[in-house]
């Protein structure tokens, strides 16, 4: 069921608590579409990072080749420092070429101060995710993205809109000084200045406030993305999957497939079906609470998840789950 439903997609996004098997179930699901020739991309985007980890190689920003059979799979560690930083110094180019000598001292304070402040981290990520979102659509097939734990992921996903009006904001407020500009030029006869440092300025901010809104569409308004929500059949990380459900279910995000994973055999000893019987009991109150939305098993399997070849044996499991 996971495997057909992530065919249908172009954009994954896989969420849950910290340490239920978010990273390894979408390395499985990555690598089980690459057997079927699709072209994938993986992207973590969790702040700790453990994607490089779980298959043995370094990664970064830029994509890297983890897999090939039929299709591929890339892999990227989001670093949002290097967002900010670009991100930051194309700005700052732009506002010293704007702005008379005498005021780039305190130009460059608020630039300082505005980088470090909450939510610039956030929004690197997200103008990440939305920028691969747009520009992957001829090397990829499938994007999968490895996101933080629950709050978190909800915040970034929550993000774009007020993106977007901010941005909007700032356009206004350049339209307005524009004008006083263009009225204070009328009045004292001075020559008309070449704007284009302002026109690029311009044209980066309506760049971005295009890409959030190009994904806010994708996330809320297609069938082009999906989220997956990866739990254990336990109290809390239920508990969480039921909170993340509803706040997804508030933003207009579609909620796609629960994976319940390390699922305890039956079978293998009296502990093993104690705890079977124990998750039972959370399996349930999944089931009740979240009657339409279906549930993928997982079993406990004895491998360390780690590199290509026990990644290979969860995504073959994947295909019954
Ligand atoms: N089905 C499974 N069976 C056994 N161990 C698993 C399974 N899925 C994940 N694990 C292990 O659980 C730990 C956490 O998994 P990970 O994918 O890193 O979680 P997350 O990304 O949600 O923090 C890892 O040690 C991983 O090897
Ligand atoms: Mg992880």
Redesign the pocket.
């Known amino acids: 069921m996971l495997l057909e439903l992530a065919r249908a997609r172009r954009v994954l996004f896989v969420g849950?608590?910290?340490?239920?098997?978010?990273?390894?179930?979408?390395?499985a699901l990555a690598l089980a579409r690459a057997r079927q020739g699709a072209r994938v991309l993986l992207v973590s985007t969790?702040p700790?990072h453990?994607l490089g980890?779980?298959w043995e190689r370094a990664l970064g920003d830029e994509p890297t080749r983890l897999a090939t059979s039929d299709g591929l799979v890339d892999g990227i560690e989001l670093d949002p420092k290097r967002t900010i930083d670009s991100h930051f110094a194309a700005v700052s180019r732009t506002m010293m070429r704007l702005l008379p000598e005498r005021l780039h001292a305190s130009a460059r304070e608020h630039l300082d101060r505005a980088k470090a402040a909450p939510g610039s981290h956030e929004s690197a990520v997200l103008e990440r995710i939305a920028e691969l979102i747009q520009t992957s659509r001829d090397d990829y097939d499938l994007l999968v993205f490895?996101t933080a734990?629950t709050g978190h992921t909800l915040r970034l996903l929550a993000l774009p809109e007020q993106l977007t009006s901010w941005t909007e904001s700032l356009l206004a407020n350049r339209d307005r000084s524009e004008r006083f500009a263009a009225a204070a030029r009328g009045l004292v006869g001075t020559k008309q200045e070449e704007p284009s440092a302002d026109a690029e300025l311009r044209r980066a901010l309506i760049a971005r406030r295009d890409r959030f809104a190009a994904m806010h569409t994708a996330l809320t308004a297609t069938d082009e993305s999906g989220f997956i929500i990866?739990c254990v059949a336990e109290k809390l990380p239920v508990a969480e999957t039921l909170a993340l459900a509803g706040e997804l279910a508030e933003l207009g995000i579609g909620l796609d497939a629960v994976v319940v994973?390390?699922?305890s055999p039956a079978d293998a000893g009296t502990l093993l079906a104690a705890r079977r019987s124990r998750e039972e009991h959370y399996v349930d109150q999944l089931r009740s609470s979240l009657p339409s939305i279906p549930l993928a098993h997982?079993?406990?399997?004895?491998?360390?998840?780690?590199g290509e070849n026990a990644l290979g044996r969860?995504a073959g499991?994947l295909a019954d789950a």
């Open positions: 849950g608590k910290g340490g239920v098997g978010k990273t390894s179930v979408s390395s969790d700790a453990n980890h779980i490895d734990p990866v994973n390390r699922r997982l079993p406990l399997v004895a491998d360390e998840l780690a969860l499991l």
